[in-house]
């Protein structure tokens, strides 16, 4: 049996999601979690938050599932993102049954 999580990085800090047990590669994951940033500077048009699905079996090192890059251009002027879109390989080729739905908002 293998364990998913996601981890979430901006502004050079990590957050971690919960451990999900994980039995089936078609399984839907659902993270509903709150991640909270203190940002000290303003948030730069060109900034990326990146969100990386991993899986973890036993032994070894963690397996990346996806990865989804985020441009802040559009949080920066509206201060709010909903998105739904596809994680990507390190190819960045679309990773199949692999799906991400996010909000991010800005809080003044």
């Given at each position: 049996m293998a364990g998913c999580y996601q981890?979430?990085?901006?502004?050079?800090?990590?957050?971690?999601?919960?451990?999900?047990?994980?039995?089936?590669?078609?399984?839907?994951?659902?993270?509903?979690?709150?991640?909270?940033?203190?940002?000290?500077?303003?948030?730069?048009?060109g900034e990326v938050v990146t969100v990386q699905l991993l899986c973890r079996m036993r032994w070894g090192a963690p397996r990346v599932l996806g990865v989804y890059r985020l441009g802040l251009q559009i949080l920066v002027t509206d201060g709010q993102l909903c998105l739904t879109d596809t994680l990507v390989d390190d190819r960045n080729k679309a990773v199949p049954n692999k799906r991400l739905d996010l909000e991010i908002t800005k809080r003044p």
């Open positions: 981890i979430l990085l901006f502004h050079c800090n990590e957050k971690y999601s919960t451990l999900l047990l994980h039995t089936d590669e078609n399984q839907i994951i659902t993270v509903n979690q709150n991640f909270e940033w203190p940002v000290v500077r303003p948030i730069n048009p």
